[in-house]
């Protein structure tokens, strides 16, 4: 069973126009949530993040919105620039229980001049 | 803080041989994570340890593979008696342990199997 599930497996923007990668999970339990953009040949790289006691986080031209209800996130690129251009991984764990990530399958985000 | 390395970056090997994976934490992190990740898929969780102690593993992790932290520093995996189904890139990463917790990776090795 699929915990955590990336329903685009890509999606394409222009250059300074905003991107909207979706995240969708199935565990209740799971109370905090990250975002990685991984290049190819490289691990992947922390980028945000946001615990279940919020709705919403940003940093710099990154925001992750969180809707604890429908049990979806989302990350949001403004603006989005080439290189941006990557796989993006949205993960969950359960604070305090081993902090065990779980993957979605990610999104290949094509930015494009 | 030179970050997570892992060693070798590429391994090939034949079926029915025996791999050893090295990664190197960055230095007081004392959570180390053992992820596997196969083409067109997000990482899977492996296994992880406090210090030097192993605290859980996944059931994904046969008896033929073996992870060890020693001394709470750096960690090895080895793959026993290989087979086509373990080609994946296995990743590190590493953490303070703190709540909640922000998991650095490295680089991955990459196993193909033949």
């Known amino acids: 069973d699929q915990q955590v599930k990336q329903n685009s497996p890509s999606l394409s923007v222009q250059e300074g126009r905003i991107s909207i990668l979706n995240c969708d999970y199935t565990n209740s339990m799971f109370d905090y949530f990250l975002w990685y953009k991984k290049y190819p040949a490289e691990g992947p790289t922390f980028l945000i993040s946001?615990?279940?006691?919020?709705d919403k986080n940003e940093d710099g031209r990154f925001t992750v919105f969180l809707n604890k209800s429908a049990k979806h996130l989302s990350l949001h690129i403004v603006p989005s620039q080439p290189g941006d251009s990557a796989v993006y991984f949205c993960?969950?764990?359960?604070?305090?229980?081993?902090?065990?990530?779980?993957f979605g399958g990610g999104t290949r985000l094509m930015v494009k001049p | 803080d030179t970050g997570v390395s892992q060693n070798p970056r590429h391994k090939i090997t034949k079926r029915g041989q025996n791999v050893t994976f090295r990664c190197d934490p960055i230095s007081e992190h004392n959570r180390l994570y053992w992820y596997r990740q196969t083409l067109g898929q997000g990482p899977e969780f492996l296994t992880y340890f406090q210090n030097e102690a192993q605290l859980e593993k996944s059931r994904l992790l046969s008896d033929r593979f073996s992870a060890e932290r020693p001394k709470g520093s750096f960690s090895t995996l080895e793959i026993q008696r290989t087979e086509q189904g373990d080609s994946a890139m296995y990743l590190c990463?590493?953490?303070?342990?703190?709540?909640?917790?922000?998991?650095?990776f490295g680089p991955g090795t990459r196993l193909t199997v033949l």
């Open positions: 993960a969950a764990s359960v604070i305090g229980a081993g902090n065990m990530l779980t």
């Open positions: 990463a590493s953490s303070l342990g703190q709540i909640p917790d922000t998991q650095y």
């Open positions: 946001i615990s279940s006691i919020k």
